[in-house]
C-alpha cells in the first residue's frame, strides 16, 4: 500500500473521529436541559412525595424503608441533587417502633438555608420536618398534634401552604377524639420566627369532615371536598366533588358542587388559574358489572380515567374534561398534579395509566392472588384556557427483565430553574417475578423541556415532504449513547423495535403503541461499539437508526 493510501485511509479515519466527537459534544450540550436519573436512595421501597429546585440544586422528599423484604419501619428521606440529576446527599428519619403505614407528603418549601416539609404518618405521628438545606440533617422536627387531646394520632396532613416569608399554613384533619370515629378539618398556623403554632379547628359535630385538597389564594383557603353515597363499590356507589372558600378561622362557605351523578371523584391537585378561577385535578369513575356475591371483583370492576375542570373566578364550571380516551381498571390510572404552563398559556397535568394489578380468579372465587402487569407509564397532558388539550407526552423505561417494561409511576411535577419541567416518581423492579415481597421501590427522576420533550425537537411536526410515506417517524437521542437511550415514536400504533449489532446479531427486542411516545431503555449493559436499531409498525412502516455506544 502506498503512502498516498495510507494518507486517504488516516484522513477518513480522522474525519470519522471528528464527526463522533462533533455529535458528542453537541449531546452533551442538550443532555444539560433534559435527564433520565433511577437512583437508590434507600435499600428497599422509597416512595416520592414532592419535588423542588432553587439555582443550584434540586432537592426531593420522600418516605420509604430499607427493611426488605418486611416492608416496616417507614421513614421519611431527604435527599440533594445537582442541576443534571446526579445524586450529592441525602438522610433519612424513622421512629423506633415498627410502623407499616406510609407518610403523606403534599409539598415543601425552601426558606432561607432550611427545607420546610410537613409530614404525617397514617399509623403515626405528624411533624413539621426543618431540613438543613445544604447538608440534609435535620434542624428541627415540631410534633402536629390535636391541642385538645394532644394524645390522639392519625392526624392527617394535607398540604402546607405559605403565607408570606415566615408564615406557614397547615391543612390537616384530625378525630373528633380519642374514641371518635369522625375527624374535623384542622389549621395549624406556623411562625419560623419563634417556631410557635397555632391551632384552629373546624367542622361539625359527629360528622367526618374532611379537607383533601386547600391552596391558600393570599387572603382565604379555597379548599375541595368529597361526600360519598351508597356503599363502596356497588351500584349506587357515588362521589361527589365539592368546592369551599373559608378564612383562615375556619369559617367556611360552600361555593361549588359538581351534580351527584357526574362520577368526578375528590381532587387530586388544584391551583388558581391564569385568569383568577381554580384548576382541579381529579378523576372519573364509574362501576361496571357489579356482583353483590364477590365484593373483591366488584372493586375490580370500578374504571377509572383521569379528568381535569376549571372553575371560573365566580367558582362557575368553565369546562370538564377527560384525559384519555376510555376508562381503565381501577388503581392504573391517576391523576397527580397540574401547574400552570411555563408559557402561561394554559396548564400541565401529571397522570399514570396503564395495566399494573389483575385479579387471577380461582373457581371458587377467591381472588388474592394477583397477576402483576408491568405496563405503567408516566403522561403529561397540556390543555390551553379552553381546556382543549394541546398535547400529549407518555414516558415509559425499559429494561432487560421477562416483561422487558419497568414498572413505573410519576407522581410530582415541579418547574425546573431552567424553564423546563422536574417530574419524579418511583420504578419497580422485580427481585422476584410475580412475588409482590421482592418488589424494590427506586427514585425515577426525569427533566424535560417546555414541551415536555426529553428527545430534542419531539414537539416538531414532521410533513410529508420531510418524512417517505413507507418511514416510520422515530427519534433517537442521544448520540453516542453511554447509559438510556430514548426512542421517540409520534404514531398511535404498535412499533416493534431491534437493536442489532454490527454481526447481524438481535441484542434487544422490545415495543411500543402509545402516541408521543419516549421509550427509555438502559442501554448501559451493552459493549462499546456501533448498533443499528431496526422498527415495524402494525401499518408496514419500517426505519432504521445508527448508534453509537461508548
Not at 445544604?134 to 394535607?158: A, C, D, S
Not at 387530586?268 to 369513575?285: E, P
Amino acid at each position: 500500500m502506498t503512502s498516498s493510501h495510507y494518507y486517504k485511509l488516516l484522513k477518513r479515519s480522522f474525519r470519522f473521529i471528528i464527526f463522533f466527537i462533533s455529535i458528542f459534544i453537541i449531546n452533551q450540550t442538550f443532555a444539560q436541559s433534559t435527564f433520565n436519573k433511577k437512583h437508590d436512595i434507600l435499600k428497599s421501597i422509597e416512595w416520592p412525595a414532592y419535588v423542588f429546585s432553587d439555582e443550584n440544586r434540586i432537592y426531593i422528599v420522600g418516605y420509604g424503608t430499607n427493611e426488605w423484604p418486611t416492608y416496616n419501619h417507614y421513614g421519611v428521606y431527604f435527599a440533594a441533587f445537582d442541576l443534571d440529576g446526579n445524586f450529592l446527599y441525602s438522610s433519612f428519619f424513622k421512629e423506633d417502633r415498627i410502623l407499616y403505614g406510609q407518610y403523606s407528603i403534599q409539598n415543601a418549601f425552601i426558606e432561607g438555608d432550611w427545607v420546610l416539609a410537613c409530614m404525617g404518618q397514617d399509623e403515626g405521628k405528624s411533624y413539621l420536618f426543618v431540613f438543613e438545606k445544604n447538608t440534609g440533617n435535620i434542624y428541627k422536627l415540631l410534633e402536629l398534634i390535636n391541642p385538645i387531646y394532644p394524645n390522639v394520632n392519625y392526624i392527617v396532613t394535607r398540604r402546607m401552604e405559605k403565607i408570606n416569608n415566615g408564615m406557614y399554613l397547615i391543612h390537616c384533619t384530625t378525630p373528633e377524639g380519642p374514641e371518635s370515629d369522625y375527624s374535623d378539618p384542622m389549621l395549624i398556623h406556623v411562625n419560623t420566627e419563634n417556631w410557635m403554632l397555632r391551632h384552629t379547628i373546624f367542622g361539625k359535630k359527629n360528622q367526618y369532615d374532611s379537607l383533601t385538597l386547600s391552596i391558600w389564594d393570599g387572603k382565604n383557603i379555597i379548599s375541595t371536598t368529597h361526600t360519598v353515597t351508597g356503599k363502596p363499590y356497588k351500584i349506587d356507589y357515588k362521589n361527589q366533588l365539592h368546592v369551599h372558600l373559608s378564612d383562615t378561622l375556619g369559617s367556611k362557605q360552600k361555593m361549588f358542587s359538581i351534580h351527584p351523578d357526574s362520577s368526578r371523584t375528590f381532587g387530586t391537585d388544584l391551583i388558581k388559574s391564569n385568569d383568577g378561577g381554580i384548576v382541579i385535578a381529579n378523576v372519573r369513575q364509574k362501576n361496571f358489572n357489579m356482583q353483590p356475591e364477590n365484593p373483591w371483583s366488584q372493586y375490580y370492576q370500578t374504571w377509572v380515567i383521569p379528568n381535569a375542570m376549571k372553575l371560573d373566578s365566580n367558582f362557575n364550571l368553565a369546562w370538564d374534561i377527560p384525559l384519555g380516551k376510555e376508562y381503565q381498571r381501577h388503581g392504573i390510572a391517576e391523576m397527580w398534579r397540574v401547574l400552570s404552563s411555563i408559557e402561561a398559556d394554559g396548564y400541565v397535568l401529571l397522570s399514570v395509566r396503564g395495566a399494573t394489578i389483575i385479579p387471577e380468579t380461582k373457581e371458587d372465587g377467591d381472588t388474592t392472588n394477583y397477576g402483576l402487569i408491568p405496563q405503567q407509564y408516566g403522561v403529561l397532558d397540556k390543555v390551553d384556557e379552553d381546556g382543549q388539550i394541546l398535547w400529549t407526552r407518555h414516558y415509559s423505561i425499559l429494561n432487560d427483565t421477562v416483561y422487558g417494561h419497568y414498572r413505573q409511576e410519576l407522581r410530582d411535577l415541579e418547574y425546573s430553574s431552567d424553564g423546563g419541567y422536574l417530574l419524579y416518581g418511583y420504578s419497580i423492579e422485580d427481585m422476584f417475578p410475580n412475588d409482590y415481597d421482592s418488589l424494590c421501590f427506586a427514585t425515577w427522576l426525569m427533566k424535560t423541556d417546555r414541551h415536555g420533550c426529553i428527545v430534542p425537537g419531539c414537539h416538531e411536526e414532521v410533513s410529508v415532504m420531510q418524512l417517505p410515506p413507507e418511514e416510520a417517524h422515530i427519534l433517537i437521542w442521544p448520540n453516542p449513547v453511554r447509559d438510556w437511550l430514548y426512542v421517540f415514536q409520534k404514531a398511535e400504533e404498535r412499533h416493534i423495535y431491534h437493536i442489532i449489532d454490527m454481526n447481524g446479531r438481535i441484542i434487544r427486542r422490545f415495543e411500543g403503541s402509545m402516541a408521543d411516545e419516549t421509550l427509555m431503555i438502559d442501554v448501559s449493559g451493552l459493549k462499546p461499539g456501533s448498533y443499528v436499531l431496526t422498527v415495524e409498525t402494525a401499518s408496514g412502516k419500517s426505519g432504521r437508526k445508527v448508534f453509537l455506544v461508548f
